[in-house]
Nanobody, 125 residues
C-alpha cells in the first residue's frame, strides 16, 4: 500500500521561502519519477517539478530558477525548495509518484502518475 504524505506548506509573504517534503512509504522500485504538482480551485492541476531515480530533473517554466526539487532516497523523501515566492504560487501542492520509466517531456503531466498525496496548502500574500 503506497502512501505519500506532504508537509511544509503554510502562509508566507511575497519574496519568502518554503520547503515542502513528501515522504513515500510502501513503495519499492529503483525506477520512478517523483513530482510536485499544484492546483488552485477552478484550474487544472499543473506540473511544477519532477525528479527521477537517476536524479534527472525538469521544471515548469513558471517556477524555473525559483524552485528546486531534490530527493533523499535513504529517507524515501522528495523535497521542493521554493524561493522568491509570489501570490501566483498560492495553491494546494501535491506530490506524486510513477513507478515506471517516462519520457522526460511527459514528467509534468498528471495523467502519467499513479500515486498521489493529499496535498499541502501554500498561501503567499
Amino acid at each position: 500500500h503506497v502512501q505519500l504524505v506532504e508537509s511544509g506548506g503554510g502562509s508566507v509573504q511575497a519574496g519568502g521561502s518554503l520547503r515542502l517534503s513528501c515522504v513515500v512509504s510502501g513503495y519499492r522500485s529503483t525506477t520512478y519519477w517523483m513530482s510536485w504538482f499544484r492546483q488552485v480551485p477552478g484550474k487544472e492541476r499543473e506540473g511544477v517539478a519532477a525528479i527521477n531515480a537517476d536524479g534527472r530533473t525538469t521544471y515548469a517554466n513558471s517556477i524555473k530558477g525559483r524552485f528546486t526539487i531534490s530527493q533523499d532516497a535513504a529517507k524515501n523523501t522528495v523535497y521542493l525548495q521554493m524561493d522568491d515566492l509570489t501570490p501566483a504560487d498560492t495553491a494546494l501542492y501535491y506530490c506524486a509518484v510513477r513507478q515506471n520509466q517516462l519520457i522526460i517531456d511527459y514528467a509534468l503531466t498528471s495523467g502519467f502518475y499513479t500515486f498521489w498525496g493529499q496535498g499541502t496548502q501554500v498561501t503567499v500574500s
